[in-house]
């Protein structure tokens, strides 16, 4: 226990930091226990055997407990510590396994404001909006937004970089931090974001990964305009027929493949936008490095990175519907 919150700490303290709040405190928590557990183990080898050795009346030395009440105390050691092990050993190897792929340079360094994009990072999510002016020096207001779900175990700032271009382009972005780095299919941590931004008209959710099947349930169950795909799809079929939805994949991607993206096609509405990132893998679809079982690439992450966000921001600008002619 102690050594996993050594290790998390010592690795992955940034994202830990910049992550949902629920990842650093279980660090915390877990490193005291072990602490607490390592200094009660250390007494008792040290202190408890003395007590709980039994003494023969014959030697003439005090008895210190008597056999009945060695083995109750045994008895109850067994039924508090058993559980309390097996919950210890979960917690643990659940941390260890959430260690988190960290942000890439570039996308940390996407996270700062400047050049017009004011980045506002809060508890359970950061967002970005482009600040301009209307003639009477107003500030203008999107009224088109995003709410982007992270893949599991990513840190969430590994999508600053691919997505600050769809906030250059006048739409609001806000990427959630999940609780220890996993987004879930019932999630509901887009409606903080949606309740504190009444100006926005039409939103999109989308999701990398996993974070893309919980966007697609969250899209299913609210009245959301738009649903974005990166290397995804839902774990069933989408109720609502009506959403404007991209799919956005890789050809060479290892882990959801062009087979996995084909198959799930039924799963989502009948005027789904496809488009396919030839050589893309999986993790050009956030700026966290490599990932294990993952393809191997034909094209620059640069260049896959421009086809992400243009098909990006074609969807956000197709969220909005158009004037009526007569």
């Known amino acids: 226990m102690l050594g996993v919150a050594i290790w998390l700490i010592w690795t992955r303290w940034s994202s830990l930091l910049n992550g949902h709040p629920a990842m650093l405190a279980a660090t915390i928590v877990i490193g005291f226990l072990g602490i607490v557990a390592l200094f009660w183990a250390i007494g008792s080898l040290a202190v408890g055997d003395r007590y709980d050795t039994y003494v023969d009346d014959d030697s003439g030395e005090p008895r210190r407990r008597t056999r009945a009440q060695i083995r109750r ?4 050691r067994i039924a508090l510590g058993v559980p309390a092990l097996i919950l210890c050993v979960i917690l643990t190897v659940g941390l260890a396994w959430a260690r988190p792929f960290p942000a890439a340079p570039i996308a940390v360094a996407a996270m700062r404001s400047s050049d017009g994009i004011q ?40 999508y600053a970089n691919i997505l600050r271009p769809v906030a250059e382009a006048g739409f609001l972005v806000a990427v959630v ?22 100006e926005i008209r039409y939103w999109a959710v989308g999701g990398h ?19 974005l ?26 882990l959801a493949t ?3 993206i084909a198959e799930a096609k039924p799963k ?3 005027a789904t936008r496809y488009a396919v990132v030839e050589g893309g893998i999986h993790a050009f679809f956030g700026d966290y490095g490599e990932q294990p079982g993952d393809g191997t690439p034909t094209i620059s992450r640069v260049d896959a990175q421009a086809q ?6 074609q969807l956000m600008a197709s969220l909005t519907p158009k004037p009526k002619t007569r």
């Open 73 to 76: 105390r045994a008895q109850i």
């Open 119 to 158: 980045v506002s990072d809060r508890l359970t999510w950061y967002e970005m909006t482009k600040v301009t002016e209307n003639s009477k020096g107003e500030t203008v207001q999107p009224t088109v937004g995003l709410v982007f779900v992270p893949g599991a175990r990513v840190d969430p700032r590994a």
């Open 177 to 198: 931090k999940p609780p220890f780095n996993l987004a879930l299919p019932n999630s509901t941590q887009p409606d903080s974001v949606i309740e504190i931004h009444p």
């Open 209 to 227: 990964s996993l974070g893309g099947v919980a966007a697609s349930s969250y899209a299913d169950d609210h009245p959301i305009t738009g649903l």
């Open 229 to 254: 795909l990166y290397a995804s799809y839902p774990a069933s079929e989408l109720a609502r027929n009506d959403l404007v939805t991209t799919s956005i994949s890789g050809s060479a991607d290892g």
């Open 258 to 260: 062009p087979g996995d």
């Open 268 to 270: 989502l509405p009948e």
């Open 308 to 313: 992400i966000q243009k098909a990006t921001i």
